[in-house]
């Protein structure tokens, strides 16, 4: 059975170096790990808290669990790009059967298992049987699980029972569960390829598929087993995920699947198959949270953090190459008793030697004093959005106005990657927090924790529910989806066709733009609605859903649009049409939404202020700081801009 058949050359290397260099190309994952918490501690003084690194193995645990299920395919020498997909699939097919269906909590958790395991199966089949590459096979299965999702959920997150929401908490208080079902995934991870029969199996096709066939191998069945288990895994994934959050999100885990190939990759395994190992991908997880934690502490620019994970992911590959010509010995299924024991030794003594060197670099921080500046740590939905760009604009111009330190974070619309962010800055030293959230319910888990911390929350632009803040700072999105209804409607004298572009499913902005905009159109029967489409808050996709409608609609007389982006969108596919026989409303007042409506192909657009949600915010953070009133509700008036009064409107 072939693992691995690269072995070191005698006498290549003496002496002391020689046994050092080994060790490190060896345990090349595990020296960037210990490598990154020394510099994480020695820059940030909240980074070796206990606190913060319980935030770690929190945050690390959903990537891990599905990288365990990722390292069985690609130990196998295949991928699987389905496993973000199924694990939300997964959570909503638990949530809704507990739910909506009525369905005992117990079958419905096996429901969700076997939903993800049956995932698998297909996966397994169309590469086994159907002789589809794998990267083709999987990807199809990423697009059909988060279609279901979405189906199932109508878009819309769906409560998780409280029963399966407790592995989200903590026992005693302090030990999170996710870390314990982490662990416990890890374990039978590591069971499974070393002490098993499939275990071995998966190797042997790794190293060479057509070797293990002729030895006797099954390998078809034995590929949609291995499909099977990273769906299962999947699954576990996903529930622990919606725990995490309290609700299933149809959304959750995109880009998933990337961290989780990373992590096998970072760990030591190779995408070529026959190697890898559970330690390792553990490693490879722990080193993906620790960046993004400690980044996230330094204050770092979102955008360079995905910079500086890509250059990780590149040179865990060259290192795994650097190792392989270097003759490094590569973990082997069923090691000897000897080479184990020698692995545990390495990694006892790695413990050893971070935790002097950490807790000496600690003391850098002991006696400094606390800064006088008060802290604030902003976590926006998105940055990827003009209007969200406006806010942070606002409440940095504030900051620096009344001397705040801020630290601005994007959750790139992943209400558990703005999860993870918000813990981060609860077991920071902020003074206070401003969150606008990806999803009202799954920011409430999250909140709360900063509720216990003491920690003043102010929400801005949307609320968080189940859980304390200060101050929501917010227009009122019902009410501006009826005054866009009134405004289209007005202006087409009560009666034509019209056309929704609504944005991103599952957001809150996006229900209550559209339930706003329903409820105004009540008013106006004359008014038909003859066609809806997501089309993500995003320019790009607002164009290409406006020209497919086209060809179905094309007399239509009216287009809203739950963004100006979107709507910026279908005036580009409109061309000649928009602004005359065809009257388009948009949704925010960004800039560019206000040159158009300056230039006659938006009739209108309902102005938030964006800048102004921003400078509120901050200024009522740093009054809840000082314990000053602050009023629970702070609205920022909505107002429809068109051409008669965009000269004096300021956003």
Same mark, same amino acid.
Request: proline share 3%.
């Given at each position: 059975?072939?693992?691995?058949?690269?072995?070191?050359?005698?006498?290549?290397?003496?002496?002391?170096?020689?046994?050092?260099?080994?060790?490190?190309?060896?345990?090349?994952?595990?020296?960037?790990?210990?490598?990154?918490?020394?510099?994480?501690?020695?820059?940030?003084?909240?980074?070796?808290? @206990?606190?913060?690194?319980?935030?770690?193995?929190?945050?690390?645990?959903?990537?891990?669990? %599905?990288?365990?299920?990722?390292?069985?395919?690609?130990?196998?020498?295949?991928?699987?790009?389905?496993?973000?997909?199924?694990?939300?699939?997964?959570?909503?097919?638990?949530?809704?059967?507990?739910?909506?269906?009525?369905?005992?909590?117990?079958?419905?958790?096996?429901?969700?298992?076997?939903?993800?395991?049956?995932?698998?199966?297909?996966?397994?089949?169309?590469?086994?049987?159907?002789?589809?590459?794998?990267?083709?096979?999987?990807?199809?299965?990423?697009?059909?699980?988060?279609?279901?999702?979405?189906?199932?959920?109508?878009?819309?997150?769906?409560?998780?029972?409280?029963?399966?929401?407790?592995?989200?908490?903590?026992?005693?208080?302090?030990?999170?569960?996710?870390?314990?079902?982490?662990?416990?995934?890890? %374990?039978?991870?590591?069971?499974?390829?070393?002490?098993?029969?499939?275990?071995?199996?998966?190797?042997?096709?790794?190293?060479?598929?057509?070797?293990?066939?002729?030895?006797?191998?099954?390998?078809?069945?034995?590929?949609?087993?291995?499909?099977?288990?990273?769906?299962?895994?999947?699954?576990?994934?996903?529930?622990?995920?919606?725990?995490?959050?309290?609700?299933?999100?149809?959304?959750?885990?995109?880009?998933?699947?990337?961290?989780?190939?990373?992590?096998?990759?970072?760990?030591?395994?190779?995408?070529?198959?026959?190697?890898?190992?559970?330690?390792?991908?553990?490693?490879?997880?722990?080193?993906?949270?620790?960046?993004?934690?400690?980044?996230?502490?330094?204050?770092?620019?979102?955008?360079?953090?995905?910079?500086?994970?890509?250059?990780?992911?590149?040179?865990?590959?060259?290192?795994?190459?650097?190792?392989?010509? @270097?003759?490094?010995?590569?973990?082997?299924?069923?090691?000897?008793?000897?080479?184990?024991?020698?692995?545990?030794?390495?990694?006892?003594?790695?413990?050893?030697?971070?935790?002097?060197?950490?807790?000496?670099?600690?003391?850098?921080?002991?006696?400094?004093?606390?800064?006088?500046?008060?802290?604030?740590?902003?976590?926006?939905?998105?940055?990827?959005?003009?209007?969200?760009?406006?806010?942070?604009?606002?409440?940095?111009?504030?900051?620096?106005?009344?001397?705040?330190?801020?630290?601005?974070?994007?959750?790139?619309?992943?209400?558990?990657?703005?999860?993870?962010?918000?813990?981060?800055?609860?077991?920071?030293?902020?003074?206070?927090?401003?969150?606008?959230?990806?999803?009202?319910?799954?920011?409430?888990?999250?909140?709360?924790?900063?509720?216990?911390?003491?920690?003043?929350?102010?929400?801005?632009?949307?609320?968080?529910?189940?859980?304390?803040?200060?101050?929501?700072?917010?227009?009122?999105?019902?009410?501006?989806?009826?005054?866009?209804?009134?405004?289209?409607?007005?202006?087409?004298?009560?009666?034509?066709?019209?056309?929704?572009?609504?944005?991103?499913?599952?957001?809150?902005?996006?229900?209550?733009?559209?339930?706003?905009?329903?409820?105004?159109?009540?008013?106006?029967?004359?008014?038909?609605?003859?066609?809806?489409?997501?089309?993500?808050?995003?320019?790009?996709?607002?164009?290409?859903?406006?020209?497919?409608?086209?060809?179905?609609?094309?007399?239509?007389?009216?287009?809203?649009?739950?963004?100006?982006?979107?709507?910026?969108?279908?005036?580009?596919?409109?061309?000649?049409?928009?602004?005359?026989?065809?009257?388009?409303?948009?949704?925010?007042?960004?800039?560019?939404?206000?040159?158009?409506?300056?230039?006659?192909?938006?009739?209108?657009?309902?102005?938030?202020?964006?800048?102004?949600?921003?400078?509120?915010?901050?200024?009522?953070?740093?009054?809840?700081?000082?314990?000053?009133?602050?009023?629970?509700?702070?609205?920022?008036?909505?107002?429809?801009?068109?051409?008669?009064?965009?000269?004096?409107?300021?956003?």
């Amino acid at each position: 059975m072939a693992t691995d058949t690269l072995k070191s050359t005698p006498g290549a290397q003496g002496g002391a170096t020689g046994g050092l260099r080994r060790l490190l190309l060896d345990n090349g994952a595990l020296t960037a790990l210990i490598v990154l918490v020394i510099a994480m501690s020695a820059l940030s003084g909240d980074f070796l808290t @206990a606190d913060n690194l319980l935030n770690v193995g929190v945050q690390a645990a959903v990537t891990a669990i %599905l990288a365990f299920g990722v390292t069985f395919v690609i130990v196998s020498a295949g991928i699987d790009l389905s496993v973000g997909s199924v694990a939300a699939l997964s959570a909503t097919v638990l949530a809704w059967s507990a739910t909506e269906a009525g369905i005992p909590v117990v079958l419905a958790v096996v429901l969700a298992v076997a939903t993800g395991i049956v995932c698998g199966l297909v996966n397994g089949f169309l590469v086994s049987y159907g002789k589809l590459p794998p990267f083709i096979a999987t990807l199809a299965m990423l697009s059909v699980a988060r279609g279901l999702s979405l189906v199932i959920s109508q878009g819309s997150p769906i409560a998780f029972p409280d029963s399966v929401s407790h592995l989200g908490d903590t026992l005693g208080g302090w030990l999170p569960v996710p870390v314990l079902v982490m662990v416990v995934m890890g %374990l039978l991870t590591a069971f499974v390829l070393g002490r098993t029969y499939i275990g071995r199996s998966m190797y042997a096709i790794g190293g060479n598929e057509e070797a293990a066939r002729l030895s006797g191998l099954r390998v078809k069945k034995q590929k949609l087993a291995i499909y099977a288990f990273s769906g299962l895994f999947a699954a576990a994934a996903g529930i622990v995920l919606a725990s995490r959050l309290a609700s299933a999100q149809p959304q959750a885990a995109q880009g998933y699947e990337l961290d989780a190939i990373a992590a096998v990759v970072i760990g030591g395994a190779s995408l070529a198959g026959g190697t890898g190992k559970a330690s390792g991908t553990l490693i490879g997880a722990l080193i993906l949270a620790v960046l993004r934690n400690g980044l996230n502490l330094l204050s770092v620019s979102a955008f360079w953090q995905q910079v500086v994970i890509g250059v990780v992911i590149a040179l865990a590959v060259l290192f795994d190459t650097v190792r392989r010509k @270097a003759g490094a010995t590569a973990p082997a299924a069923g090691a000897s008793g000897g080479g184990k024991g020698k692995q545990a030794l390495t990694y006892v003594i790695a413990a050893v030697v971070a935790v002097a060197v950490v807790g000496a670099t600690s003391l850098l921080h002991n006696g400094s004093s606390a800064a006088d500046r008060p802290k604030i740590g902003l976590s926006l939905s998105t940055l990827n959005n003009p209007f969200f760009v406006q806010i942070r604009d606002g409440a940095e111009e504030e900051a620096k106005k009344l001397g705040v330190d801020l630290t601005v974070t994007d959750a790139q619309n992943d209400a558990s990657q703005q999860a993870n962010q918000l813990q981060n800055f609860t077991s920071g030293s902020l003074s206070a927090v401003v969150v606008n959230p990806v999803d009202s319910d799954a920011a409430g888990p999250s909140v709360r924790g900063a509720n216990q911390a003491g920690i003043p929350v102010i929400a801005v632009d949307r609320g968080v529910n189940e859980a304390d803040t200060s101050a929501l700072v917010a227009s009122d999105n019902v009410e501006g989806g009826a005054l866009g209804a009134k405004a289209l409607a007005e202006k087409l004298g009560g009666k034509g066709t019209i056309v929704i572009l609504q944005g991103q499913a599952g957001t809150s902005a996006s229900r209550e733009r559209g339930a706003g905009f329903a409820e105004g159109l009540k008013d106006y029967p004359g008014i038909k609605v003859v066609a809806k489409q997501p089309a993500d808050f995003d320019r790009t996709k607002g164009l290409d859903v406006m020209t497919n409608l086209l060809q179905a609609h094309p007399d239509i007389d009216g287009v809203f649009a739950e963004n100006d982006e979107m709507a910026l969108g279908a005036i580009k596919a409109l061309g000649s049409k928009a602004g005359k026989s065809v009257q388009v409303v948009g949704f925010d007042g960004t800039p560019d939404g206000l040159k158009a409506v300056r230039a006659g192909t938006l009739y209108a657009s309902v102005a938030q202020q964006p800048s102004e949600l921003g400078r509120i915010a901050v200024r009522n953070a740093l009054r809840a700081v000082e314990g000053e009133k602050v009023e629970k509700m702070v609205k920022v008036p909505v107002k429809v801009v068109t051409k008669e009064n965009v000269a004096g409107f300021e956003g």
